[in-house]
T-cell receptor, first 115, second 113 residues
């Protein structure tokens, strides 16, 4: 299995632009998580899905952030409009909790820089 | 007020020595614990996990110890190698299954060759 695949690996954009981060979870996994990592706040959970349904989005910082999971093999995290304080590494992770495995498998992350 | 950056505890270990990384958790109801390793530029990678019905679990060169009395978790790495240099996170499941793991702030391990 290729693991969790995220794209792009790096994104540099200007303030006010729309940013879309993409994630392909491990095939068969029933949970998908979006995390943000910064030096200031560490690893923060933004939102997670179970069987493509958003379960908890209380970690999403504000309305500029939105996430979708149209099918079991794809999810997006969108920031519109982006701001410099959104600069961080965004990780997607998936797991197969229904199978008794609670550990998360992380992607390589997207390094976002908003200028 | 002025914000401060996240200060990661750092552990420096001589190559070949054993490393012990500690983690305190807060919820006595947590029943699942896990250690992750994050190398620079990469996502966290699973190392080892343990359930609350166990006190110790061993993997390849790694051992996790769980002390539920004092809510303490530790990761022991035997014969530490330069490739072990990374940030190590502990995580706990604070309630029942089907809820996200809660991650600690991390400890940076630096291996001195």
């Amino acid at each position: 299995d290729a693991g969790v695949i995220q794209s792009p690996r790096h994104e540099v954009t200007e303030m006010g632009q729309e940013v879309t981060l993409r994630c392909k979870p491990i095939s068969g996994h029933d949970y998908l998580f979006w995390y943000r990592q910064t030096m200031m706040r560490g690893l923060e959970l933004l939102i997670y899905f179970n069987n493509n349904v958003p379960i908890d989005d209380s970690g999403m910082p504000e309305d500029r952030f939105s996430a979708k999971m149209p099918n079991a093999s794809f999810s997006t995290l969108k920031i519109q409009p982006s701001e410099p304080r959104d600069s961080a590494v965004y990780f997607c992770a998936s797991s197969l909790i229904a199978g008794g495995e609670e550990k998360l498998f992380f992607g390589s992350g997207t390094q976002l820089s908003v200028l | 007020g002025e914000s401060v950056g996240l200060h990661l505890p750092t552990l420096s270990v001589q190559e070949g020595d054993n490393s012990i990384i500690n983690c305190a958790y807060s919820n006595s109801a947590s029943d699942y614990f896990i250690w992750y390793k994050q190398e620079s530029g990469k996502g966290p990678q699973f190392i080892i996990d343990i359930r609350s019905n166990m006190d110790k679990r061993q993997g390849q060169r790694v051992t996790v110890l769980l002390n539920k009395t004092v809510k303490h978790l530790s990761l022991q790495i035997a014969a530490t190698q330069p490739g072990d240099s990374a940030v190590y996170f502990c995580a706990e499941n604070r309630s029942r299954r089907n809820t996200p793991l809660v991650f600690g702030k991390g400890t940076r391990l630096s291996v001195i060759a």
